[in-house]
């Protein structure tokens, strides 16, 4: 092998801490993420969920260190890599890779399968040419692609082996931490549970931990061992996956959940309840909570001050003022529902 | 029941340097007023050729276009000369794609556009195609649709935008309205508002709909009944609910499988290799090659598509008898 460090500390492998990044546009500010606080454990999966401009992608880059946050601080194997110098930072990038949405974008279009896994050895000055030749190979075989796919360029191998090249060059640094940013969206669902599996069965044998950014949410339930939910920027609730879909507490996750389709899901034609209105401007978010404007729960305190996130249970954070009275509210008939609201 | 679209045997070819390659081949369709019927498959299945065929939105020059029948309402176009379609589209038929932003013209405002759907086909002129203008964009619930007629479609939201295409599509009242993958590019929240949308103009105008989507999930709560392609056939076809709780070809089972749900753990089912290409389309069942339930037969034969009320499948071994 070639001398990579396996990680083998104890705690989370990942601590955001009060992160927040603000873009600067011609009509004035953007809070792309606002305050947000995060962990992340050894061989888990944390699946980021969120509508776009919910700030999740802007969360990864900043987290990669791609965007310097405004504020907030960035832990990575305990060390805090927020504002590290460049060099340094580069040595940081070995526990902390990416893969893309879109493969094709991603990968050098003129570079083979093979070189395009052996880059970020090269990159790191890792082995001699016949030790990364070695492990291009093996990295191949762990990602469920033939040897002679080194010899292709991406155009000649399907979407959904240039998304194992990906991630065969993601893997190739033994990182701690893989962020994936809508990784299966773009592929046919036969093709996206094979990625799907491919993900899992990694992380079962590496240990390594995955950000999993999505727009699909059983795509995102079936893989994540814990969930947050952003909304403008700000988590509005988190905990273990099952638990937030099969009872979500925010309103806000209570929609996306009754809006998102599913198969097992007959009931055609029949009215869904579900929210009206567009996504605010993140240039101008609603004050206080910023989904009062769309939720149904909403009081007057919700549109002056902002819901802490606070735990309702063990493993549990909600960012809502009236958390338990709506568990209350949402358990008594249906037929009650509009004296409430 | 009306019927608004009959296509029996359609076949698309590509002209190619390769020869001509068949991307739908011997398909028909059926779609009777107020209803909806899906149009399932993965890239490279054919369903959107199928649309832009019934519209004939795809040029000779680049394809042949062949069908025993083709009936939008109670016209025959099988043999519709440029004009003809013309004068269908937009009138007869309207249709709304995945992306509103590439559909839309940039440079003119949405009121503009309307106006101009409704000028073509001669359905009002001047200031009452504006006001009919203003009401379609009411009626597709665009806050504040009187200001918003001045608007580009740069200033407005994909979802404002895909509401601003079915206003166009419904300018005129049409029989049928093809939606292709018409939420793909939209958030959850925001597709399901523009389904519903759709649903409720259809009970309105009772259109037909033909809705093109990867997405079993979207049909499992928008459609009447579904129609499965892959590689440019029609392989299975039947009312929703049965198609998606007793699916009868194994391709449709591998995708239910392969999709997550609340009870999916573990490992998701894959469906083992990948779509052929046009070019290299094999002999017999194009699915063969991937399917666990192929007998020997599959790899000589193409199975005809057989079934009875409206339950088909093109199958040799299918999972239950069809």
């Known amino acids: 092998m070639l001398g990579i460090p396996t990680n083998t500390s104890v705690g989370p492998v990942l601590e955001v801490s009060n992160l927040s990044l603000s873009f600067a546009t011609a009509t004035g500010l953007v809070r792309a993420v606002d305050d947000v606080s995060l962990t992340l454990g050894r061989g888990e999966t944390l699946g980021l969920v969120g509508e776009s401009g919910c700030g999740k992608s802007s969360l990864a880059r900043s987290i990669l260190g791609l965007t310097k946050p405004d504020s907030g601080s960035v832990r990575l194997l305990g060390r805090d890599i927020t504002g590290m110098p460049r060099e340094h930072m580069l040595q940081c990038r070995r526990d902390m890779q990416m893969i893309f949405q879109n493969p094709s974008a991603a990968l050098n279009p003129r570079l083979t399968a093979g070189r395009l896994i052996e880059e970020p050895l090269v990159v790191h000055g890792l082995g001699r040419r016949q030790e990364r030749r070695e492990r291009v190979g093996q990295l191949l075989s762990q990602v469920g692609l033939r040897p002679e796919v080194a010899q292709r360029y991406p155009h000649e191998i399907s979407g959904g082996q240039r998304q194992r090249v990906a991630i065969a060059r993601a893997l190739a640094l033994s990182p701690a931490v893989i962020v994936c940013d809508e990784p299966v969206s773009a592929l046919d669902v036969s093709v996206q549970a094979q990625v799907i599996n491919l993900l899992r069965d990694l992380q079962e044998r590496l240990g390594v931990s995955y950000i999993f950014i999505s727009h699909g949410l059983s795509v995102t339930r079936h893989i994540s061992h814990r969930v947050a939910i952003m909304y403008l920027g700000r988590i509005v609730e988190e905990g273990p996956a099952r638990e937030v879909f099969d009872a979500p507490s925010h309103p806000y996750t209570r929609a996306l959940i009754r809006a998102a389709p599913r198969i097992d899901d007959l009931s055609a034609g029949e009215a869904i309840e579900m929210l009206d209105g567009e996504l605010p401007s993140p240039l101008a978010p609603p004050p206080g909570c910023h989904f009062h404007t769309r939720c149904p729960f909403a009081i007057l305190n919700c549109g002056c001050t902002v819901p802490p996130l606070r735990a309702t249970g063990p493993e549990r954070r909600v960012a809502c003022h009236r958390t338990e009275e709506i568990g209350v509210l949402t358990s008594v008939a249906l037929h009650e529902k509009d004296h409430i609201t | 029941m009306s ?15 390769r020869g001509l390659l068949p991307a739908v081949h011997n398909v028909d369709l059926r779609i009777e007023a107020g209803e909806t019927l899906a149009l399932v498959g993965e890239s490279g299945s054919g369903k959107s050729v199928t649309a832009l065929s019934i519209l004939r939105l795809i040029s000779p ?63 009002a002129r001047g200031k009452a195609a504006w006001d009919h203008a203003q009401a379609l964009l009411e009626r597709v619930r665009v806050p504040d649709a009187g200001r918003r007629l001045h608007d580009f479609p740069h200033q407005l939201s994909g979802g ?5 295409m079915i206003a166009l599509a419904i300018a005129c009242s049409p029989r049928l309205l093809i939606a292709d993958e018409p939420t793909t590019a939209l958030d959850v929240t925001i597709q399901a508002q523009i389904l ?127």
Not at chain 2, 208 to 235: E, P, Q, S, W
């Open chain 2, 61 to 123: 020059d680049h394809a042949q276009i062949k069908a025993r029948s083709l009936r939008i309402g109670d016209e025959e176009l099988c043999s519709a000369t440029p004009p003809m379609m013309r004068a269908v589209r937009g009138k007869k038929a309207g249709m709304i794609f995945q992306d509103p932003a590439t559909s839309l013209n940039p440079v003119l405002s949405i009121g503009r556009q309307i106006v101009e759907a409704l000028e073509v086909h001669a359905v």
């Open chain 2, 196 to 322: 519903r949308l759709i649903r409720e103009l259809q009970d309105e105008i009772g259109m037909g709909v033909l809705l093109i989507t990867h997405d079993l999930a979207v049909v499992a709560r928008n459609a009447d009944r579904v129609a499965v392609m892959y590689a440019g056939r029609k392989v299975e076809e039947g009312r929703v609910a049965d198609v998606l709780r007793t699916p009868l070809h194994p391709y449709t089972a591998g995708l239910l499988a392969a999709t997550p749900d609340e009870r999916s753990n573990g490992r998701l089912a894959e469906i083992p290799g990948l779509v052929p290409g046009l070019a290299e389309m094999p002999p017999g069942c194009p699915f063969a090659p991937r399917c666990t339930r192929a007998l020997d037969v599959c790899s000589g034969a193409m199975p005809t598509i057989s079934g009875s009320s409206g339950r088909l499948a093109a199958c040799f071994n299918p999972i239950a008898p069809c």
């Open chain 2, 160 to 164: 404002m935008n895909q509401r601003v």
């Open chain 2, 3 to 17: 019927v608004v679209l009959q296509v029996e045997g359609l076949c698309t070819s590509f002209k190619t340097r």
